[in-house]
Each structure stands twice: as structure tokens, then as C-alpha cells.
């Protein structure tokens, strides 16, 4: 799937590129983004360094435990196989929480090692060395943090600020309904694809 | 706001204090176990460096071509019967490759209208309940080490446009 939506965003954009008479831009556009993807990288070595030392210290004193047994029932609902002791569990809670408050940079690393976590626990499944196909929890761990979780808008609010908004918080109702709507009509889909396939 | 503002300033001095702090009392050696994983999130991150550039130079192409604008020109019509006005379109269709480009084109309706209009309302209340797609999948998937991501697409696009109807609908009211 990622082979075809990456190819197909290349070959869209030069042809459509050299058809419009645009493709000096199409050559100056990719060698500036692959620059500015090394820069992205820099900035997130010093958040992901740091959130996921955090993550480190709260984990071995339980805190990442007492995050999970608080969403257990929510957890148990999304994901029935999952082991709740395993560190897949404590992982999804921590990225939920940091979605849900909003930390941006804290989300990342945590939900990249859950995402870490629960290939371990397919292959372990499935008694393979090497996982090429998702696991339903990964879909429905994906599809739920698509959905976004934020309630706060914050970026969105310092923007409408910037620009002389005389409400700026008035977004933060229909924002909390709209992401409120978009989750749960995700986790109908995930739900319902969970059943659909057999494993 | 103001209130708001504060609480957003707090939060992160106060989850650090939080962690640090409870760590410390539950007698946990605090700063090794912050080396050690910081030491683990820079694999992490370096891991991810060869993904994020060919991601961003993918959607660098598509965007410097002028294709979401074609696409945007295209759907025009189809998105004005839904409610969605054509300044709106391509927040949308960007937003699911580049958030930053997505903030880039809400500013300048920002700029162009006013935060407070009808169009301004909608697309702040639009980025702020969606996400950008093509990027969190990739990346993701990558720290699974997985290709065939079955139907994470497929539910992934349903739930953003469930928000982004969402968002028509209480922009609106």
C-alpha cells in the first residue's frame, strides 16, 4: 500500500510537473524537502531523546502501570487480545494520554514504541521471525490516533490569536465534538473490520 | 485565553516534575534510567531519518507541481454541494500529507478573511480535528517494520472525513 501511495505521489507530481511547465519548481521542491526532513530529524532527536528518557524514568516507577490500569476499560474494549501486562498496553495508554493533552512531541515516541511492542507481540502470535502484514491491533491503534485525540486546540488558538481573532477559544467545543465524531466513527470502522477479518 | 494560555505554559514543567519527582520518591535512579532512554530514542529517531526523507520528498514533489491545486480545482464543485467552500479544499488535501504546509494555507485564509469568519471557523475547527494521514502511517509503520497495512487506510480516511463533516456541519451552525 505505502509503495503505491509513495510511487504515486512521484510519478503524479513530475508528470503533472512537466505537463504545466512546472518541473524546475518539481526538482527544487524534492531536493528542498529531503533537506528539510534532515532538519526535522535534528529537532526530534532532542524531543524524542528527552520524552523517551521520561518515558524511561515513569515506567520503571510504575507510573506508566497506573496510566494503563486507568484506561483499562477503554484498552480492553479496543484491543481484546492484547496482553494487558505486556508494555504494548503501557505504551498505547502513554501515547493516548499525551494525544489527549495535547504533547504533540510526546506522542511520537511513544507511540512509535508501541508500535515496537505490538510487532513483538504478533510475531510471538504468529510464531514468525520476520512480520510483513499489520497486526489488528496496529490498525486499530493507527486509526484511532488519525482520528486525533486533542482536545485543546493549542496551536490553533495561538494562531487565531496571532490574526486578531476577538474569540479565539470559541473553536474549542466544535473542536472537542468534531475529533469526539471523527474517533468514534474511527473506532466503529476498526470494530468493524476487527470482526470482518478472521485474524 | 488567558487562563488557557497559562495552562498550556504549565503543563509541560509540570508533567516533567511530575515523572522526575515520582520517580525519585518511589526510589527509582532517576537520571540513569533518563540516559538510558534517551539513549533509545535516538535509535529511534535515526532509524526514522531514510523514511522521512523519502516521505517529504514525495510530498515535496506533489505540492511544488501544483497537483493539490489541480485536484482542489477539480473537486471544486462536487465540494461547494457539500458545504465545503473552495478555499477550504486544498487545507484538506494537504493536510493529509504536510501539517506545516496545511498551517501555512490556514494562515493565509486567516489573513484573507479573518479568523472569526465562516471560513476561518471551519478550517480551524477542521485542523484542529484531524491529522495528517500519510505521515503518521508511514512512520508508524516503520517502527513495526511492516508493509501491508490493510485496512489502516481505509479506516484512517473514513474517521477524518466523519470530522471533517463534522466540521462542516458546526462551522455552520
Same mark, same amino acid.
Not at chain 1, 105 to 113: I, N, Q, R, S, V
Not at chain 1, 156 to 171: A, C, D, K, L
Not at chain 2, 66 to 89: H, M, R, S, T
Given at each position: 500500500?505505502?509503495?503505491?501511495?509513495?510511487? !504515486?505521489?512521484?510519478?503524479?507530481?513530475?508528470?503533472?510537473?512537466?505537463?504545466?511547465?512546472?518541473?524546475?519548481?518539481?526538482?527544487?521542491?524534492?531536493?528542498?524537502?529531503?533537506?528539510?526532513?534532515?532538519? +526535522?530529524?535534528?529537532?526530534?532527536?532532542?524531543?524524542?531523546?528527552?520524552?523517551?528518557?521520561?518515558?524511561?524514568?515513569?515506567?520503571?516507577?510504575?507510573?506508566i502501570d497506573k496510566w494503563k490500569r486507568g484506561l483499562m476499560p477503554l484498552l480492553r474494549f479496543l484491543f481484546p487480545r492484547l496482553d494487558m501486562e505486556g508494555e504494548a498496553a503501557g505504551y498505547i495508554a502513554t501515547n493516548i494520554i499525551?494525544?489527549?493533552?495535547?504533547?504533540?512531541?510526546?506522542?511520537?515516541?511513544?507511540?512509535?514504541?508501541a508500535?515496537?511492542a505490538l510487532? %513483538?507481540v504478533?510475531? %510471538?502470535?504468529?510464531?514468525?521471525?520476520?512480520?510483513?502484514?499489520?497486526s489488528k491491533e496496529?490498525?486499530t491503534f493507527?486509526?484511532v490516533?488519525?482520528?486525533?485525540?486533542?482536545?485543546?486546540?493549542?496551536?490553533?488558538?495561538?494562531?487565531?490569536?496571532?490574526?486578531?481573532?476577538?474569540?479565539?477559544?470559541?473553536?474549542?467545543?466544535?473542536?472537542?465534538?468534531?475529533?469526539?465524531?471523527?474517533?468514534?466513527?474511527?473506532i466503529a470502522?476498526a470494530k468493524?473490520?476487527d470482526m470482518?477479518?478472521?485474524? | 485565553?488567558?487562563?488557557?494560555?497559562?495552562?498550556?505554559?504549565?503543563?509541560?514543567?509540570?508533567?516533567?516534575?511530575?515523572?522526575?519527582?515520582?520517580?525519585?520518591?518511589?526510589?527509582?535512579?532517576?537520571?540513569?534510567?533518563?540516559?538510558?532512554?534517551?539513549?533509545?530514542?535516538? !535509535?529511534?529517531?535515526?532509524?526514522?531519518?531514510?523514511?522521512?526523507?523519502?516521505?517529504?520528498?514525495?510530498?515535496?514533489?506533489?505540492?511544488?507541481?501544483?497537483?493539490?491545486?489541480?485536484?482542489?480545482? +477539480?473537486?471544486?464543485?462536487?465540494?461547494?454541494?457539500?458545504?465545503?467552500?473552495?478555499?477550504?479544499?486544498?487545507?484538506?488535501?494537504?493536510?493529509?500529507?504536510?501539517?506545516?504546509?496545511?498551517?501555512?494555507?490556514?494562515?493565509?485564509?486567516?489573513?484573507?478573511?479573518?479568523?472569526?469568519?465562516?471560513? !476561518?471557523?471551519?478550517?480551524?475547527?477542521?485542523?484542529?480535528?484531524?491529522?495528517?494521514?500519510?505521515?503518521?502511517?508511514?512512520?508508524?509503520?516503520?517502527?513495526?517494520?511492516?508493509?501491508?497495512?490493510?485496512?489502516?487506510?481505509?479506516?484512517? +480516511?473514513?474517521?477524518?472525513?466523519?470530522?471533517?463533516?463534522?466540521?462542516?456541519?458546526?462551522?455552520?451552525?
Open positions: 500500500m505505502l509503495n503505491y501511495l509513495w510511487a !504515486g505521489m512521484i510519478l503524479i507530481g513530475v508528470c503533472y510537473g512537466a505537463v504545466t511547465g512546472n518541473i524546475a519548481a518539481v526538482g527544487n521542491g524534492a531536493l528542498e524537502s529531503a533537506r528539510e526532513a534532515v532538519s +526535522l530529524c535534528i529537532t526530534m532527536l532532542g524531543a524524542v531523546a528527552f520524552w523517551v528518557g521520561l518515558m524511561e524514568i515513569a515506567e520503571k516507577a510504575g507510573l499525551a494525544n489527549i493533552l495535547g504533547l504533540g512531541w510526546a506522542c511520537t515516541p511513544a507511540g512509535l514504541k508500535m515496537e510487532e %513483538k504478533e510475531k %510471538k502470535r504468529l510464531g514468525v521471525e520476520k512480520l510483513t502484514r499489520a496496529m490498525c493507527l486509526i490516533n488519525i482520528s486525533s485525540l486533542q482536545l485543546i486546540p493549542v496551536n490553533m488558538i495561538v494562531y487565531r490569536t496571532q490574526y486578531g481573532s476577538v474569540e479565539p477559544t470559541s473553536i474549542i467545543a466544535p473542536a472537542i465534538v468534531a475529533t469526539t465524531i471523527g474517533t468514534v466513527v474511527g470502522f468493524a473490520a470482518a477479518y478472521k485474524d | 485565553m488567558q487562563v488557557l494560555g497559562e495552562l498550556s505554559n504549565i503543563i509541560i514543567p509540570a508533567i516533567i516534575f511530575y515523572i522526575v519527582g515520582y520517580g525519585l520518591v518511589s526510589g527509582v535512579p532517576v537520571y540513569e534510567h533518563f540516559i538510558k532512554g534517551a539513549k533509545d530514542g535516538l !535509535g529511534t529517531v535515526v532509524g526514522l531519518v531514510p523514511t522521512l526523507v523519502g516521505l517529504l520528498m514525495a510530498v515535496g514533489i506533489l505540492r511544488s507541481s501544483g497537483f493539490l491545486e489541480f485536484l482542489a480545482e +477539480l473537486l471544486k464543485g462536487a465540494g461547494e454541494w457539500i458545504g465545503i467552500p473552495q478555499e477550504v479544499l486544498p487545507v484538506i488535501l494537504v493536510k493529509m500529507v504536510s501539517n506545516s504546509a496545511a498551517t501555512g494555507l490556514v494562515l493565509d485564509i486567516f489573513k484573507n478573511f479573518g479568523p472569526d469568519s465562516h471560513i !476561518g471557523m471551519l478550517v480551524s475547527i477542521m485542523m484542529s480535528s484531524t491529522e495528517t494521514i500519510f505521515y503518521t502511517m508511514s512512520v508508524y509503520f516503520l517502527a513495526a517494520k511492516v508493509t501491508k497495512t490493510r485496512y489502516t487506510l481505509a479506516g484512517a +480516511l473514513f474517521a477524518t472525513f466523519a470530522g471533517i463533516a463534522a466540521s462542516v456541519v458546526l462551522a455552520g451552525m
